[in-house]
């Protein structure tokens, strides 16, 4: 994994990169200014490799059972336990890196959305000296 971010730092990645995947209108803005202080590469590997493949079963329903939100206690349990899953056992990593593949594809509009809110959030000049 690149940069390795501290647990509390994760946390608050995770929850709000997991609004894109709840069933209502997303607020892509809202998330990049949560996020906007992280390495936009590191935001993006924890997207694809831990948020998403927790998170997406939720949209790819037909009946989302989540609309408002994870909870983060949640979002902490699926993550750490998909990420053990992955790394018991060489076809447990080969199916996980599979199923990353296919959620690059599957989410790319959602991605490329938070990436340019994000990027935008960025560029404002009042973002730069608020934390």
């Known amino acids: 994994m690149g940069n390795l971010l501290i647990h509390p730092e994760r946390q608050i990645i995770w929850k709000a990169l997991s609004y894109a995947f709840i069933d209502r209108e997303v607020n892509y803005q809202r998330i990049a200014q949560k996020l906007h202080e992280h390495d936009i590469s590191s935001v993006e590997e924890i997207f694809f490799n831990e948020v998403a493949p927790a998170c997406y079963p939720n949209i790819a329903s037909v009946i989302p059972p989540v609309w408002t ?63």
């Open 69 to 131: 939100f994870f909870s983060e206690e949640w979002l902490e349990e699926e993550i750490t336990s998909l990420l053990e899953k992955s790394n018991r056992n060489a076809y447990r990593r080969l199916t996980y890196k599979l199923y990353v593949l296919y959620l690059k594809w599957a989410c790319k509009d959602i991605w490329e959305a938070i990436k340019s809110s994000i990027e935008k959030e960025k560029a404002q000049p009042d973002s730069q000296s608020h934390g």
